[in-house]
């Protein structure tokens, strides 16, 4: 076995194994990932801290959450927070965008704001099909203010019949949430609650006080 540590070959080798790094900025690879188990909150399950019941009282009650008022904004402020670890690279944000503009009768791509006035302070990104929703990726910008977001995003759903709410990969806070960690054949179970109708989500502001 021959090993090349130093000299012109040992450059050119180090030159040809870290290209792929090297331009990474303007490489991107998008693949296809069914988890093997994900979390699900089913809403005779979904909960959320007590605290976020004093929290909208003392802070959030006018804080307003809306639906899709400013897709692009929501998109560009997640990849920023996360810019070192988030999958929403700007390739991405073009193409969900473009489902977002074009809903069909099976999926949209959605976006979920919470403002302070016009200050966007958390949101997220998700989609719907039939009548679930699915969180992508969520950000927040004021301390609390995504709690008060994923609990009011909860509420609405719950409200206005969702069948359930597709949280993705384990993560220990959605537990908090009420959902519950599911294996395929578990999944395939909700699926079959799916209705024929694809949900969609209102255009008006709703005051965190009216939900929590």
Not at 3 to 9: F, L, Y
Not at 17 to 23: A, D, E, H, L, V
Not at 195 to 209: C, G, P, V
């Amino acid at each position: 076995e021959k090993r090349v540590t130093s000299g012109a070959e040992f450059d050119t080798y180090n030159e040809l194994i870290s290209y792929p790094f090297k331009y990474t900025v303007a490489r991107y690879f998008l693949t296809i990932h069914h988890h093997e188990e994900k979390m699900v909150i089913d809403f005779k399950d979904f909960k959320y801290p007590k605290k976020a019941h004093r929290w909208s009282r003392q802070k959030f009650g006018e804080y307003t959450l809306t639906f899709n008022k400013n897709f692009r904004l929501c998109a560009e402020t997640l990849a920023q927070q996360y810019a070192e670890e988030t999958w929403v690279v700007a390739p991405l944000i073009d193409a969900l965008e473009k489902i977002h503009k074009n809903p069909d009768s099976e999926v949209s791509i959605d976006s979920v704001e919470l403002w302070h006035g016009d200050e966007l302070v958390a949101g997220e990104l998700g989609f719907i099909t039939h009548n679930a929703y699915a969180s992508l990726c969520g950000f927040h910008t004021e301390s609390n203010s995504g709690t008060i977001q994923m609990a009011a995003l909860g509420e609405y759903l719950k409200a206005n019949g969702f069948a359930y709410w597709d949280l993705g990969m384990e993560m220990d806070y959605k537990y908090v949430y009420g959902a519950k960690l599911l294996n395929r054949d578990m999944q395939a179970e909700y699926y079959s609650k799916l209705s024929e109708e694809r949900f969609s989500l209102t255009d008006k502001e709703i005051k965190i006080k009216e939900l929590l």
